[in-house]
């Protein structure tokens, strides 16, 4: 056998090794979120007023600071959990979030998809290993990219750079079937240009099932 050859099957099955082990899973959910700190365009005097009667006013200026908006909707994604390290499997997570609320953050317009935001993110997660085989706790934290007019005014929209920690738990329901009772996340999102001004906090609470296989 060449060198070629040789070479061929050792990748063949290191890959095959690592696919025997590896975990594939999907997941389906609804999540609700909080974007703060949003610059609201209000103006003394004018029909264009922050929607949060909370928003506070920098010292004789005419602009906003403190306004938010809560956003939900559903979210999905996948995960490919691959190497393990002690009592941690690694592994690599892609989700997709499209959220919306009737209320805006920026001006005082309201009705239906007032506020759209679109969320993809990446990154790597780590599930602990416990001693009960239902229960697997996990982390992760993700970047990736929102679009959102929740600072602009409704159809007006900016993109950002986003960063995101999560924690969440997975309970086995089936040997296929995981349900994720509670998913919650902490970050950030910075404009993207000169799109926006200002960055947004981000909070989120979320449900989901998860399919995965190989079986357990």
């Known amino acids: 056998m060449n060198f070629g050859k040789w070479m061929a099957v050792v990748f063949l099955g290191l890959g095959c090794g690592l696919t025997a082990h590896a975990q594939f899973g999907a997941y389906v959910g609804y999540s609700g979120e909080r974007l703060g700190g949003?610059?609201?365009?209000?103006?003394?005097g004018t029909m264009n007023d922050c929607s949060s009667t909370t928003a506070s006013l920098q010292g004789g200026t005419s602009t906003a600071t403190t306004d938010s908006v809560s956003p939900s909707g559903v979210y999905f994604g996948g995960y490919w959990d691959f190497k393990t390290l002690?009592?941690?499997?690694?592994?690599?997570?892609?989700?997709?979030?499209?959220?919306?609320?009737n209320k805006s953050a920026s001006t005082a317009s309201?009705?239906?998809n007032a506020t759209s935001s679109n969320t993809v993110l990446g990154g790597l997660r780590g599930t602990f290993h416990t001693h009960y085989s239902w229960?697997?706790?996990?982390?992760?934290?993700?970047?990736?990219?929102t679009s959102t007019d929740a600072a602009n005014g409704p159809t007006h929209f900016s993109?950002?750079?986003?960063?995101?920690?999560?924690?969440?738990?997975?309970?086995?329901?089936?040997?296929?079937?995981?349900?994720?009772?509670?998913?919650?996340?902490?970050?950030d999102m910075s404009p993207i240009g000169n799109s926006a001004s200002g960055s947004i906090s981000v909070r989120s609470v979320g449900a989901a099932i998860v399919f995965h296989t190989p079986p357990r």
């Open 38 to 44: 949003i610059p609201c365009k209000s103006f003394i």
């Open 86 to 101: 002690g009592p941690v499997r690694l592994g690599a997570d892609v989700r997709y979030y499209d959220a919306k609320s």
């Open 110 to 112: 309201g009705g239906p």
């Open 135 to 145: 229960l697997k706790p996990y982390g992760e934290i993700a970047f990736g990219r």
């Open 159 to 187: 993109s950002y750079f986003r960063y995101q920690g999560f924690v969440g738990v997975d309970l086995r329901i089936l040997p296929v079937l995981d349900l994720r009772p509670v998913e919650v996340g902490l970050g």
